[in-house]
C-alpha cells in the first residue's frame, strides 16, 4: 500500500496549485486587457491617418484645381469610378457608408455578416477607398466610414482573447464609439452615437468597454492633433425663450430637408426611374463616372465651393466668411446625393452637418434680429437630426465639435423638433432603413456583397 504524503506538503502542494491558477487568470486577463487597448489604440491611429491624410488629399485636389479648374472634369470621375471598380472586384466588403454595414453586423444571427464586412483587411481597404473619394473632390467624409473600420478593428482583436460568445455585439459597439470619439475629438458624442444610433439600447455588459476604448481612442488622437474643435470655436448663444422663431424655423427647415433627403436617398437605394437604373445595374462603374462628372460640373460652376467634404466651408459660415456661400446649402445637397448614388466608397456623417451649416444660413438670412451664428448651428443640428432621426447624438455632436455649450438647450430644442417633423417622411431612421435593406438583400441573395 502506497505511502500517503504528509498533510503539509499536501497543503502547500494545494497553495502552490491556487496560486499558480490565480496567476494564469491574472495574466490571461491582462492579455485580454492589452488586445481591447491596442485595438483602442488603432482607432485613435486611423481617425489620426483619416485627419491628416484627407486634408493633405483635399489640399493637393485644390492645388491641381487652381492650376486649372477643368482637371475636375478627369480627378471626379476618375476617382468614383476607380473606387466602385475596386469594392465590387478587388475590396469587397468596402464598399458603402460603413454604419449601416456596423448596424446589421450587430444582429444576432450575422456571423456571416461579422465575416464579410468587419475584417482587418476590410479595414485596410475602406481606409484606402475612403481617402480616394475624398482626394476625387466628392461629397464624403471620413466619420461613417470610421464607424465600420473601428468596429471591425475592436472586434477582430477582441475575439482574438475573449472569443466572439455574447460579447461580439459589445466589441462592435465599443469600437464604433471610440471612433465617433476620436475621428470628430468628442468623447460624449462618441458614447451617445453608441447608444442611440447603434445599440438603441444601453448594454450594461458593454459599458466599460465602450468607456475604456472612447478614452483610450480619444487620446491616442489628442497625442497627435492636439485638443482641438472639429469645426472652431463658436462664441455664441441664443436664449430659448427669446429665440423661439430661430429655433422653431431651423427645426422645421431642418426637418423637412433632412427628411425629404433621407427618403430620397433610401429611395435611390432601391430603384431609379428606368433608364437610369438599367445604367446603374448594367455599368455601375461608368455609372459612377457620370455621377462624378455631374458633380465637377457642380463645383466648376460654383468656383468650387462645393468639392470635397465641406468641412472648411461650413467653419467658414460658422466664422462668419459667408460671402458666395448663400446657395451653398442647396448646391452642397446635390453633390451630396450624387457622391452617395455614384455607389462610390464613403460617409455622409460629416458633410450632412456642412448642408446644415448653408441650410442655417438661408435661415438667419429670414432672421436678421437673431445671432447668424447661433442659427447657424441650430441649422447644422437640425438638418442633421432630421436625416438621421438621432437627435441626441445631433446637439451633442455640434455642441462638441464647436465648443458651444452656452447653445446646449436651444440646439436640443431644434433638434427634437427636426427628428419629429422628419418622422412624417420616414417611418425608420436613415441608418436602420438601410441597415435593414442591406439584410434584406443579402439574406435573400446569399452570395457575398459590397
Known amino acids: 500500500m502506497p505511502l500517503s504524503p504528509p498533510p503539509a506538503i499536501v497543503a502547500t502542494s494545494r497553495r502552490v496549485s491556487r496560486r499558480m491558477g490565480f496567476l494564469f487568470l491574472t495574466l490571461r486577463l491582462w492579455r485580454r486587457r492589452l488586445e481591447l487597448w491596442v485595438a483602442a489604440i488603432l482607432i485613435g491611429l486611423t481617425a489620426v491617418v483619416f485627419s491628416l491624410g484627407g486634408h493633405a488629399l483635399h489640399e493637393l485636389f485644390f492645388r491641381i484645381y487652381e492650376n486649372s479648374p477643368h482637371w475636375a472634369l478627369l480627378i471626379t470621375p476618375l476617382g468614383l469610378a476607380l473606387s466602385v471598380y475596386l469594392s ?3 475590396l469587397v466588403g468596402a464598399g458603402g457608408g460603413g454604419i449601416p454595414q456596423s448596424i446589421a453586423a450587430l444582429e444576432a444571427d450575422a456571423g456571416v455578416l461579422r465575416e464579410r464586412f468587419l475584417t482587418l483587411k476590410v479595414a485596410v481597404g475602406k481606409t484606402f477607398l475612403t481617402l480616394l473619394g475624398i482626394g476625387s473632390g466628392a461629397t464624403f467624409g471620413y466619420e461613417g466610414p470610421i464607424v465600420q473600420i473601428g468596429a471591425a478593428i475592436k472586434y477582430r482583436l477582441g475575439i482574438r482573447s475573449i472569443g466572439a460568445g455574447g460579447y461580439g455585439r459589445g466589441l462592435i459597439l465599443a469600437g464604433s464609439a471610440a471612433s465617433v470619439a476620436a475621428a470628430f475629438n468628442a468623447p460624449l458624442a462618441g458614447i451617445v452615437f453608441a447608444i442611440e444610433e447603434m445599440g438603441r439600447t444601453f448594454n450594461q455588459k458593454a459599458s466599460s468597454t465602450i468607456l475604456l476604448s472612447v478614452i483610450i481612442a480619444g487620446l491616442t488622437a489628442y497625442a497627435f492633433l492636439g485638443n482641438y474643435s472639429y469645426f472652431g470655436t463658436a462664441s455664441v ?33 432601391s430603384a431609379l426611374p428606368g433608364p437610369l437604373e438599367k445604367f446603374r445595374r448594367s455599368m455601375p462603374i461608368l455609372f459612377a463616372a457620370a455621377c462624378g462628372l455631374a458633380i465637377a460640373v457642380i463645383g466648376i460652376s460654383n468656383d468650387g465651393v462645393t468639392f470635397g467634404t465641406g468641412y472648411f466651408r461650413a467653419r467658414d459660415i460658422i466664422e462668419g466668411h459667408t460671402e458666395g456661400l448663400e446657395n451653398y446649402g442647396l448646391l452642397k445637397l446635390s453633390t451630396l ?41 441650430l441649422g447644422m443640428v437640425a438638418f442633421f437630426a432630421g436625416m438621421t432621426r438621432a437627435p441626441v447624438t445631433g446637439f451633442v455632436i455640434v455642441m462638441e465639435m464647436t465648443d458651444s455649450s452656452t447653445m446646449l438647450i ?16 420616414n417611418r425608420h431612421s436613415l441608418y436602420d432603413a438601410q441597415a435593414r435593406m442591406l439584410l434584406r438583400t443579402l439574406r435573400a441573395a446569399r452570395v457575398p456583397a459590397n
Not at 466608397?345 to 429670414?366: D, E, K, R
Open 237 to 269: 448663444s441664443i436664449h430659448y425663450l427669446r429665440g423661439w422663431t430661430a429655433i422653431l424655423a431651423t427645426g422645421l427647415a431642418g426637418g423637412v430637408a433632412g427628411g425629404l433627403t433621407a427618403r430620397l436617398i433610401l429611395a435611390m437605394s
Open 410 to 425: 436651444p440646439l436640443m430644442a431644434s433638434a427634437l423638433i427636426a427628428a419629429a417633423v422628419s418622422r412624417l417622411f
Open 88 to 90: 465590387r472586384h478587388v
Open 337 to 377: 446625393l450624387l457622391s452617395y448614388l455614384s455607389g462610390a466608397t464613403g460617409g455622409i456623417f460629416a458633410p450632412a452637418l456642412s448642408v446644415g451649416a448653408g441650410i442655417g444660413l438661408n435661415v438667419a438670412a429670414w432672421l436678421p434680429s437673431q445671432p447668424e451664428t447661433a442659427v447657424v448651428l
